[in-house]
């Protein structure tokens, strides 16, 4: 079954920017809408941004103005630009397929504090 391997996260002061990268373990993810979801302590997992296989993006209400998702179908990558970030957006990263995901990765820690 595919793998996703989340990278990007870190250390980073309100207002200040992101980049999150999702690789696919293997090719024909193409087909599937893909998302990044966010987990953050004592609170359950919610989605935040997806991305259909044609490249149309919807995002949670939260997030939407200051994260972007993309996706490069070639590289089987999807990738999530956060500007703005605030303390309520610090959470454990994570992407995988929109519906019925499948083998969670380890994801990826963003913290956002001054």
């Known amino acids: 079954q595919v793998q996703f391997v989340e990278s990007g996260g870190g250390l980073v002061q309100p207002g200040g920017s992101l980049r999150l990268s999702c690789a696919a373990s293997r090719s024909g993810f193409s087909v599937y809408a893909m998302a990044w979801y966010r987990q953050a302590p004592g609170k359950q997992r919610e989605l935040v941004a997806a991305?259909?296989?044609?490249?149309?993006?919807n995002y949670a209400d939260s997030v939407k103005g200051r994260f972007t998702i993309s996706r490069d179908n070639a590289k089987n990558t999807v990738d999530l630009q956060m500007n703005g970030l605030k303390p309520e957006d610090t959470a454990i990263y994570y992407c995988?397929?929109?519906?019925?995901?499948?083998?969670w990765g380890q994801g990826t820690q963003v913290t956002v504090s001054s």
């Open positions: 991305i259909t296989s044609g490249g149309s993006t």
């Open positions: 995988n397929r929109k519906y019925n995901p499948v083998n």
